[in-house]
């Protein structure tokens, strides 16, 4: 391209992408990653993409609340616009010195996201922006104007108009159009409309009060009445359909003083601290919370062991189940949710497949309880922050109004992992120790992504904001609301991976240079003074640096590993030391001051019966428990010299008496698959058995002297009898004690589930290194100049649309070929893979020879080798291009 192709004002949007650096570019791709997926052919094909409707509604939910409104003056400014038009709809007539220091830097943020395009003297909103943003009758502007004095009669007959023109006090035209024109000029001169206005009755004022600032529509009978006749006849109001008027966008912007918003945003919403509290306090707080969290959700791991609840057919835990898992948990039904999916984003449990599918403990399990305490806390936070499914949205309903389950369908929120990140980032720039204020998080999130339309305090961004706070708090991230020392470890090592937490900064920079649009004068637009080249303002982009766009920059999975480890290890020294004793007590409780060995607790669990939980666990020792230790394997001189070896304290004779007591008489009874039998050597006890009551249930017949049949199966005749207070004994059906051990259902190997990303993912460096290698390739070669002569007139290659391949026959393309190789000059070549993709390139021809060309490829900058079959047709270059 020439230098004064390059310093020419562009034409269009891919005009202005092709005078772009790599940097620049990159800069595009990195906050629009749609763009390049898949990677575009060229320039042009970029600017379309750019342009289609779907990436641009994502660009602009994308946009801080300032940028957005700047965007949205310029859909109601003239096209193009230029700068000083746009300060004077953000700034007003007074120039607000705030507005003038952010707008360059919400300029470059548009420019540099493409969704605008020229210089500062014709600022052009990209299309479709455009039609999204300006104000219809179907989708009012969020600046409340309504349409411009030529859009609001285009369809009104001309000698209606040239009445409102005569009756403003203008002369009349020569058509309804220039009529249109020289009214639009009339409303938009300060000085003139105040003199009109300075005749309107009291009445007719107030009516513009009440619809200055939108909605501008308002209803009006077949005889209007007087104050709204003398504003229809000077065309204040003009009508849009049959009782409906609306107030002309350049009458609002007069009485608004100038401004398309009425209170424009420049600065972010400062995020304030409800409280202070020491950095120590807080860590310290936070790694309580952070020992509780892992001990909730081994309980709850604990609770599933064995088989845990059924899962229904639509998926996901039934209410009952999440009720009795609240309960086991002593939590709220929401907490339990939070738990429950915590540990299923972990991959710690699963689905176990079966017929009767149930939900159980995954192999993952068994390698996390492994981990020291500090490294199974970081990955539970780990998985948090990245999750996508959100446990606060359980027991809602979804789009075809339907429940919403814990471990269910539906429970993925795009917006989380990113709204999680930005929550902890603004609690990161406050000082250490500092709880914010709530509010202000949710002001600061909603000015980063405002809303397009109505404003709602229950958006799900600000739901999601609300329980990111609660969740940390439960995890351990935060201590008394403040961010702790590994929470801040979690988020990257100083990296803020939100989002646009500089913007404001960047612009108030900005706004400090001295050739900065602030400390340059401008007149009022609309004023009579004539304004002339040298009123127009400094060029903002050359003086500002962008504002990163308001796009989460997500750790990679090899940083949030090193992040999680560092966090990981700022929190160890603050966990409580695992204990190797108890205290036992004479009341058959044993205390653990602390939390357990893993063995010991394990083993204590079989033992005994949590009793309460807490900084201290209190467990309890009853029949049933230590029956179930002696169901386990252990004999009671095992459990005598478990707990001598365990104990701060002497046995309590007590709890050596149960144990005794428990032990005499377990095993007499012996059950097994008959169904089911009963077998004892006592059968004075069996005659017991058949005696009470309480049998009759398992219908129980003799067999034998010593063996008892029951209907019932083996499961149901052991509870039943333990029920009465026999303490049986499974046997096999060789005769030997079944020993019952825990740990003994586990899934199939499971993965965590995968995150729903919110679009394609942000590309990195070496993947736009390479699209935009291939773009700025498929460019040269589609914009290539070809040679007019013989060949382009007869493949039409000189008048090819743009993208389309040239074509010529096999023979024209290998003496082309070949006379290229003579001279060493340049072709344009069409080329489609052996998947069918299409492509334009620029080779130089080295070697033609058994029916491939070997070339220097100036698209892909090597040497390559093709197929002649492959090439669709060829043209030459005009010279001097290559």
């Known amino acids: ?89 953000m700034g007003g007539d007074e120039r607000d010195p705030a507005v003038a220091a952010a707008l360059p830097g919400a300029v470059a943020v548009l420019r540099e996201q493409a969704l605008v395009w020229g210089d500062d003297a014709r600022l052009r909103l990209v299309r479709t922006a455009r039609e999204l943003l300006a104000p219809s009758p179907q989708h009012p502007s969020p600046t409340g104007l309504g349409p411009s004095v030529p859009e609001a009669t285009a369809g009104m007959s001309p000698g209606r108009v040239q009445e409102i023109v005569a009756a403003a006090g203008l002369p009349s035209t020569h058509d309804a159009v220039s009529a249109a024109t020289a009214l639009s000029a009339l409303f938009s001169q300060r000085r003139k409309m105040k003199a009109l206005l300075a005749k309107a009755p009291a009445d007719s ?115 009952r189940d999440l009720k009795r898992t609240a309960v086991a948990l002593d939590a709220s039904e929401p907490v339990a949710a939070f738990w429950v999916e915590l540990a299923y984003a972990a991959g710690l449990i699963a689905s176990d497949g079966e017929a009767d599918e149930r939900y159980a403990a995954t192999p993952a399990h068994d390698e996390w309880r492994e981990l020291p305490a500090a490294e199974r806390w970081a990955v539970l936070a780990r998985a948090w922050l990245t999750a996508t499914r ?74 999601l904001a609300r329980w990111t706070l609660t969740e940390a708090e439960l995890l351990g991230v935060t201590g008394r609301g403040a961010l702790s020392a590994h929470g801040r470890a979690l988020l990257g090592a100083g990296r803020t991976p939100g989002g646009p937490a500089p913007t404001g900064t960047t612009r108030a920079t900005a706004a400090q240079s001295p050739a900065s649009p602030a400390s340059t004068p401008a007149p009022a637009p609309g004023s009579d003074s004539d304004s002339g080249p040298g009123d127009k303002l400094p060029a903002p982009h050359h003086r500002t640096t962008a504002a990163p766009p308001p796009v989460p920059s997500a750790l990679s999975p090899a940083e949030q590993a090193t992040a999680a480890a560092t966090a990981a290890k700022l929190l160890a020294p603050l966990l409580p030391e695992p204990l190797d004793h108890v205290l036992l007590q004479a009341d058959l409780t044993a205390v653990a001051p602390g939390p357990l060995h893993r063995p010991l607790a394990d083993a204590l669990g079989v033992l005994a019966d949590v009793e309460s939980k807490g900084g201290a666990t209190v467990y309890r020792f009853t029949p049933a428990s230590v029956r179930r230790a002696l169901d386990a394997g252990r004999s009671a001189s095992d459990l005598h010299a478990f707990l001598a070896a365990h104990a701060r304290t002497p046995v309590p004779q007590p709890l050596a008496y149960l144990i005794d007591d428990v032990a005499r008489r377990h095993g007499h009874l012996r059950v097994g698959a008959a169904s089911a039998y009963v077998r004892c050597d006592d059968d004075a006890l069996l005659n017991e058995i058949l005696a009470d009551k309480r049998s009759a249930a398992l219908r129980l017949r003799r067999l034998a002297p010593t063996v008892l049949a029951a209907q019932a199966d083996p499961a149901a005749l052991l509870e039943g009898l333990r029920a009465m207070g026999y303490a049986p004994a499974a046997e096999s059906a060789e005769g030997d004690v079944l020993i019952t051990r825990a740990d003994a259902h586990r899934t199939p190997p499971r993965t965590a589930p995968v995150p729903v990303p919110d679009g394609p993912p942000a590309p990195d460096g070496t993947l736009l290194t390479a699209a935009i290698r291939a773009i700025r390739a498929g460019d040269l070669a589609s914009t290539a100049p070809r040679k007019a002569g013989p060949t382009a007139d007869a493949t039409g290659a000189a008048s090819l649309a743009p993208g389309a391949l040239p074509r010529t026959s096999a023979a024209e393309t290998l003496a082309t070929m070949q006379a290229a190789v003579l001279t060493g000059a340049a072709l344009w070549i069409g080329y489609v893979n052996a998947e069918g993709g299409a492509s ?43």
């Open 390 to 463: 959100t446990a606060g949205v359980v027991g809602g309903r979804d789009a075809k109004d339907r429940a919403l389950s814990a471990l269910g369908p539906g429970l993925d929120r795009s917006a989380a992992p990113e709204v999680r990140h930005r929550v902890l980032a603004l609690l990161a720039a406050l000082p250490e120790g500092g709880a914010p204020d709530a509010e202000s998080v949710l002001a600061r999130l909603g000015w980063e992504r405002p809303l397009r339309g109505p404003q709602r305090e229950d958006d799900l961004r600000s739901r």
């Open 1 to 89: 391209m020439s230098s004064d192709e390059k310093t020419a004002a562009p034409r269009s949007l891919a005009e202005a992408l092709r005078v772009r650096d790599d940097a620049s570019l990159a800069a595009l791709l990195r906050a629009r990653p749609d763009l390049i997926t898949p990677v575009p052919t060229d320039l042009t094909q970029l600017a379309t993409r750019a342009g289609t409707r779907a990436s641009v509604v994502r660009a602009l939910e994308r946009l801080d609340r300032f940028t957005l409104q700047s965007a949205e003056a310029l859909a109601v400014a003239g096209e193009p616009a230029s700068y000083d038009e746009l300060l004077g709809l």
């Open 840 to 882: 334009q390139r620029v080779i130089a021809p080295v070697r033609v020879e058994g029916g491939f060309v070997t070339a220097y490829d100036h698209t892909a900058d090597e040497v390559r080798t093709y197929p002649l079959h492959r090439i669709t047709g060829v043209a030459e270059l005009a010279d001097g291009e290559m």
């Open 205 to 319: 004022l107030d009516v513009l009060e009440r619809l200055v600032w939108g909605p501008p529509y308002g209803q009006v009978t077949a005889d209007p009445a007087p104050r709204l006749r003398w504003l229809l006849d000077r065309g204040l109001l003009l009508p849009t359909a049959p009782g409906t008027v609306v107030l002309p966008r350049e009458v609002a912007l007069h009485l608004r003083g100038g401004r398309a918003h009425r209170a424009p945003e420049p600065v972010p919403p400062v995020v304030a601290a409800a409280a202070t509290h020491a950095p120590k306090v807080v860590d310290a707080t936070a790694a309580g919370q952070a020992y509780t969290a892992l001990a909730t959700v081994e309980e709850l791991l604990k609770d599933w062991d064995e088989g845990g609840p059924a899962v229904l057919r639509a998926g996901g835990l039934s209410v």
